[in-house]
């Protein structure tokens, strides 16, 4: 009786469940339209959960095990049990089984117990999600003993076990009525995401690639960027919509940790509680620091002074990409960044503190200083730089970027053009002809400015016989690689170190071993962008540099704060990210921070001694050159 009574019931209360799920992806699908091959998503999402979904997962060893028990033990005995209400097919053996899923869902939902209520770390959220425990071990105890009771031919009396199964079916109803708001919402939301996920080739199907690159505005619509929610595509909508409020991305963002107004977690629920007139009932951490925050809907202004997201929370961000490297459920939160700040850059012209004057410089002058193009290589009138333009063919373009307008990025580019002469490499610079990649334009919103620049770059060096470009910049390195290919540039990009690695490897460079403690701060635009950890680490070793790891390194390092814009939007926090980074250097004992990015080096030279000494990997590598 009982047994019969759990089946039926949870019958009805899947066919309500797949109702309130039809209803609530009217938010979603709401959205922009967008192009999925959803034949491939569907045949790819057991790999994705399996392999991408869990290899993230598995960085935290205890929320894998339990996750792997409580969804493999729930999905297994709703199965399970639905079917036993099937005329013919139920049967002790069929209970049996049921009860063993049951017995390791039983187990997993203690340990999530245990995380939310023992160890309660700070980044997870509360409202429903604080009663998720006793909602999984009502499901799993209430129908582990009406399984094993039909299981062994029924040996407790009849109201106990109606009441065991009550108890089950209450659980099952919390868990699974709350598809369109609860806990659950990500289970759902989260495999139909895979399956339309906006960047696939991030997935192991497709070769796990770092697909990091923006994908270009069309600059004939009529709209640019995104205003309100439903201007995003809607398989970005459904990616916010599958947020499990984990906190991972809270607890890696820089500028959260520095008490800058934005928490990345909090950022993706403003957007997807705008999908619900603002009733989210998300209950985590705000975004740090006290701003208004007005009405919100699907139709409604996203960002503004009384809107669901305060415009200091949007320019917060470095878009170093640590959000989505920790997001076990592959949402792309830099991309949403970037979208409303094209709205908020090419159709309001509202890009905050010194932005403004920095994108008129890059429209007029093509450099981010406004600085006369001749002055990209004044300072180097001693070096007697070859001109790729005098040159009929050569190895290697020398991408200088905007460290050769900084007096310490230029030490630096200096380091590099030794090493490449000691090495004899075949190389040429444009000099006065080099344009500004664009990246800082494309970050802060203005696609407009950036596909100039990178149409005309590409024009010029088609004009040119050459190999493969390097630059010391990551930056350039990520435009130059991931972004111009969609304007036409079909030439091998490497950064500086792994070219300097090359040539260490190849002998073309004999190194002779220094001495001392040193630790490496990985670039997030060479690292989280590219990919790139080892060949910086590779070079130190080389040097015969002690080497210590951060506690934040390599694809989970923090940022330095020079990325996105942030130097020039000018957005106030607690702490400075350089200085939180710093701090970090500093916990390592080491007496030499090592970096691989102008940028980086001028935000940690920027924090105030005593630190360790700051030096571009570059000058290191000269320092050891025979």
């Known amino acids: 009786m009982a047994a019969a009574f759990a089946s039926f019931g949870l019958l009805i209360i899947l066919i309500a469940a797949a109702g309130f799920a039809l209803h609530a992806s009217r938010r979603w699908r709401a959205g922009a339209g967008a192009h999925v091959d959803i034949i491939a998503g569907l045949k790819a999402l ?5 392999r991408d979904v869990h290899d993230v997962v598995a960085r935290k060893p205890f929320n894998a095990r339990f996750h792997a028990l409580t969804a493999g033990g729930f999905l297994g005995a709703l199965g399970l049990v639905s079917l036993a209400a099937v005329p013919g097919i139920g049967g002790p053996w069929l209970w049996g089984l049921a009860a063993v899923l049951l017995a390791a869902m039983t187990g997993g939902a203690a340990m999530v117990g245990w995380r939310r209520r023992v160890q309660r770390p700070d980044e997870l959220s509360g409202g429903r999600f604080a009663r998720l425990p006793l909602s999984l071990l009502a499901f799993s105890l209430g129908f582990l003993v009406v399984a ?11 109201p106990v076990s109606l009441i065991l199964a009550s108890i089950g079916l209450l659980g099952t109803a919390d868990l699974l009525l709350g598809v369109g708001r609860g806990p659950l919402k990500h289970a759902l939301n989260g495999a139909l995401h895979l399956i339309a996920h906006p960047r696939p080739l991030r997935f192991s199907d497709h070769g796990g690639e770092r697909q990091s690159a923006l994908l270009p505005l069309d600059l004939e619509a009529e709209k640019f960027g995104a205003e309100v929610p439903r201007d995003f595509a809607w398989n970005r909508l459904l990616g916010f919509e599958a947020c499990v409020q984990c906190g991972r991305c809270e607890t890696l963002c820089p500028a959260y940790a520095a008490g800058l107004p934005l928490n990345p977690k909090a950022f993706i629920q403003d957007i997807a509680g705008a999908l619900s007139h603002g009733a ?5 951490n705000d975004h740090p620091g006290e701003r208004f925050v007005g009405e919100s809907g699907p139709d409604l202004t996203l960002v503004g002074e009384g809107a669901a997201i305060h415009p200091d929370t949007l320019w917060a961000c470095t878009t170093c990409r640590a959000c989505v490297e920790a997001c076990p459920m592959m949402i792309e939160h830099v991309d949403a960044v970037v979208d409303l700040r094209r709205f908020q850059t090419l159709e309001l012209g509202a890009a905050p503190g010194k932005a403004a004057d920095v994108l008129e410089a890059l429209r007029h002058a093509d450099n981010p200083g406004g600085l006369e193009a001749a002055r990209r290589i004044d300072w180097a009138s001693d070096l007697a ?15 200088l970027g905007d460290a050769a307008f900084d007096l310490r990025g230029q030490r630096s580019l ?19 002809d080099e344009l500004d990649c664009g990246d800082l334009a494309r970050r802060l919103g203005d696609e407009a400015t950036f596909q100039g620049l990178a149409t005309r770059t590409v024009a010029q060096l088609a004009g040119l016989d050459f190999n493969r470009i390097v630059t010391m910049d990551p930056h350039a390195l990520h435009a130059l690689r991931n972004e111009y290919p969609a304007f036409g540039l079909n030439r091998p990009v490497l950064h500086h170190t792994a070219f300097l690695a090359e040539l260490v490897d190849s002998g073309r460079l004999t190194l ?6 040193v630790t490496y701060h990985d670039p997030c635009y060479l690292g989280r962008y590219n990919g790139e950890t080892e060949a910086p680490r590779r070079l130190l070793d080389a040097l015969g540099l002690e080497r210590r790891e951060m506690e934040f390194s390599g694809l989970f390092s923090r940022c330095c704060g020079g990325g996105g814009g942030a130097t020039v939007t000018d957005i106030e926090g607690e702490f400075r990210i350089a ?3 710093m701090d970090q250097a500093r916990a390592t004992g080491a007496e030499c921070v ?33």
């Open 579 to 581: 200085d939180q980074r």
């Open 46 to 50: 057991p790999g994705r959960y399996l």
């Open 594 to 626: 090592a970096v691989a990015c102008p940028n980086c080096t001028a935000m940690l030279e920027g924090v105030v001694e005593p630190r360790p000494e700051v030096r571009e990997i570059a000058e290191l590598v000269l320092e050891a050159a025979t």
């Open 280 to 284: 989210s009932g998300y209950a985590g």
């Open 512 to 517: 002779k071993a220094l001495s001392g403690t």
């Open 414 to 432: 200096r380091a590099l053009i030794r090493l490449l002469r000691l090495a004899e490499v075949d190389f040429a610079v444009l000099g006065a």
């Open 385 to 399: 730089l070859p001109l790729a333009a005098s040159r009929e063919h050569f190895d290697v373009l020398l991408w």
């Open 148 to 158: 094993l009771d039909a299981a062994f031919g029924g040996v407790l009396s009849e």
